[in-house]
């Protein structure tokens, strides 16, 4: 900018940057985190140095203003992350299953609907995998809804009894 905005942000930095980083330190407890405040305040009053007077109330006013809605800011962007909490601190933490478990549940579905009837996996398949309507799975199998319905029924206790077998066999 010019020497009128940088004389600007040095008499404020000397007289807000202490009483602004207290400020923001009673609300984050982070050192790091406050001089970050403190840093951006001053950098967006350098921003708007022709619109401020330094010393005046207003001034100070927009300062604390401007800290607070940072910090707010800032409070709502980590409020939208996922907390993280390392596994140590989690002593009954709830098991998570991995890529490893999810291809073994794949591998085991595939292997149960080789074991289906060709008229149930054949509904499974239209229903499920190609997302059809009962309707839309009669009209492609030729046969009537009601009996998609009752294949579909059928077809998915069979499916759950081999599945059963299998996490009897391997558990």
């Known amino acids: 900018m010019n020497k009128d905005a ?7 930095y000397e007289q807000a940057a202490v009483p602004l980083f207290i400020f923001a330190f009673r609300f984050t407890r982070d050192r790091t985190m406050s001089e970050d405040v403190v840093q951006e305040v001053l950098v ?6 022709g619109h401020l007077e330094p010393g005046s109330d207003a001034l100070r006013a927009w300062l604390y203003a ?24 989690v002593p009954n ?14 591998r085991a579905l ?13 509904v499974l398949i239209e229903r499920y995998f190609k997302s059809r309507s009962v309707a839309e799975t009669a009209q492609e ?5 009601g009996t998609v319905k009752s294949r579909t029924h059928h ?5 759950q009894e081999l599945i059963s077998e299998v996490e009897i066999a391997t558990g």
């Open 6 to 12: 940088d004389h600007f942000i040095r008499i404020v």
């Open 44 to 49: 967006r009053a350098w921003r708007r140095a």
């Open 66 to 89: 401007t800290a607070r809605n940072y910090l707010i800011d800032i409070w709502r962007a980590r409020s939208k992350e996922p907390a993280t909490v390392p596994h140590e601190q």
């Open 93 to 106: 933490a709830a098991y998570v299953a991995d890529d490893v478990d999810r291809a073994l549940q794949r």
């Open 110 to 122: 595939a292997d149960a609907l080789d074991k289906l009837t060709p008229k149930h996996r054949d």
């Open 141 to 145: 199998l030729g046969v009537s809804p």
């Open 155 to 159: 077809a998915f206790r069979a499916l």
